[in-house]
C-alpha cells in the first residue's frame, strides 16, 4: 500500500490543522489507517487509529482534541487536530496495517507508511 500524507504546516497554540493521508495499491487489505507521531529526540508514538469496521483509538494525550475519519470510498483517511499545543509538534506519519493472501495462500502481514508531514505549534 503507498500512502501520500499532507497538511502539515505552522500554527499557533491554539490553532487547528486536518491532516489527509491517501491510499493507493492494495486498499482492500488495509485493516486499520492510523497516524503516529514522532517529536525530535522521542520515539514514534501512535496518535490514532481507525480500523475499516469503524473501530477508533486515540493517545491520551491528544483526547478531546483530535477526531479521526475515514472515506472509503476515496481510501482516505484524515486526522482533525484542534487546540493544538506546542507539544504537538512533530513529523507526523500515516500508516497502513493489512494482511493478504499471497499467490502460494499463505497469509502474509504488513505495515506501510507515508512519508510524514512536519506539523509545527509556535507562535
Known amino acids: 500500500v503507498q500512502l501520500q500524507a499532507s497538511g502539515g504546516g505552522l500554527v499557533q497554540p491554539g490553532g487547528s490543522l486536518r491532516l489527509t493521508c491517501a491510499a493507493s495499491g492494495r486498499v482492500s487489505s488495509i485493516s486499520a489507517l492510523e497516524w503516529y507521531r514522532q517529536a525530535p529526540g522521542k520515539q514514534r508514538e501512535l496518535v490514532a487509529s481507525?480500523?475499516?469496521?469503524?473501530?477508533?483509538k486515540f493517545a491520551d494525550s491528544v483526547k478531546g482534541r483530535v477526531t479521526i475519519s475515514r472515506d472509503n470510498a476515496k481510501n482516505t483517511v484524515y486526522l482533525q487536530m484542534n487546540s493544538l499545543k506546542p507539544e504537538d509538534t512533530a513529523v507526523y506519519y500515516c500508516?497502513?496495517?493489512?494482511?493478504?493472501?499471497?499467490?502460494?495462500?499463505?497469509?502474509?502481514?504488513?505495515?506501510?507508511w507515508g512519508q510524514g508531514t512536519l506539523v509545527t505549534v509556535s507562535s
Open positions: 500508516s497502513a496495517d493489512g494482511g493478504y493472501y499471497n499467490g502460494a495462500g499463505e497469509p502474509v502481514r504488513y505495515r506501510d
Open positions: 481507525i480500523t475499516s469496521d469503524g473501530s477508533i
